[in-house]
T-cell receptor, first 116, second 112 residues
Framework: DVKVTQSSRYLVKRTGEKVFLECVQD?????MFWYRQDPGLGLRLIYFSYDVKMKEKGDIPEGYSVSREKKERFSLILESASTNQTSMYLC???????????????FGPGTRLTVT | GQNIDQPTEMTATEGAIVQINCTYQTSGFNGLFWYQQHAGEAPTFLSYNVLDGLEEKGRFSSFLSRSKGYSYLLLKELQMKDSASYLCAVRARDNYGQNFVFGPGTRLSVLP
């Protein structure tokens, strides 16, 4: 089974702190994604990566950065956390070269981040 | 750009049938997905359509019309455990490969 893990389920940080959210997948997927999910807005793409050391901005990259030094790990960084970054953060991975014809995304359990 | 629309909330009765609609506008269409998400949990994959027509998987079926930019998820013999949010997502090819765009989700409440 594909497994996507995230470093924390719940996180509370103060305004201005630097925050690291880690995501690890164990299926050798080349694609990894970071989303935030807010009520009424659905899943919004922050950043994605199609390969090691490669990153592309999604729909809402402002205030975030990412790092992908190894294929299995994709990190989301909040350089200076703000209260409007309080949200559920979901990591996902997928492959375009797998055996499944649908190449669907697999999601981690999510990190609920509260910035006070 | 990409745009996906689905109803915000729906209510149905246990044992009934419910249809959740999704309309989309996208370029580089390469598949439509439905995910189920229970409160506080990660989305899980339900179904995939890339060609027009109906895909059936047990109590769940999904339909796609590419010319109309329209899909629906049909849930039969509803059970209480089907109470969840249902996310419609479109995969599209862009300059970097393939990307996924999600709709806002439909929260389904199944009543006894």
């Amino acid at each position: 089974d594909v497994k996507v893990t995230q470093s924390s389920r719940y996180l509370v940080k103060r305004t201005g702190e630097k925050v690291f959210l880690e995501c690890v997948q164990d299926m050798d997927h080349e694609n990894m994604f970071w989303y935030r999910q807010d009520p009424g807005l659905g899943l919004r793409l922050i950043y994605f990566s199609y390969d090691v050391k490669m990153k592309e901005k999604g729909d809402i990259p402002e205030g975030y950065s990412v790092s992908r030094e190894k294929k299995e790990r994709f990190s989301l960084i909040l350089e200076s956390a703000s209260t409007n970054q309080t949200s559920m953060y979901l990591c996902a991975s997928s492959s375009d070269r797998g055996h499944s014809p649908s190449y669907e995304q697999y999601f981690g359990p999510g990190t609920r981040l509260t910035v006070t | 750009g990409q745009n996906i629309d689905q109803p915000t909330e729906m209510t149905a009765t246990e044992g009934a049938i419910v249809q959740i609609n999704c309309t989309y506008q996208t370029s580089g269409f390469n598949g439509l997905f439905w995910y189920q998400q229970h409160a506080g949990e990660a989305p899980t994959f339900l179904s995939y359509n890339v060609l027009d027509g109906l895909e059936e998987k047990g109590r769940f079926s999904s339909f796609l019309s590419r010319s109309k930019g329209y899909s629906y998820l049909l849930l039969k013999e509803l059970q209480m455990k089907d109470s969840a949010s249902y996310l419609c997502a479109v995969r599209a090819r862009d300059n970097y490969g393939q990307n996924f765009v999600f709709g806002p989700g439909t929260r389904l409440s199944v009543l006894p």
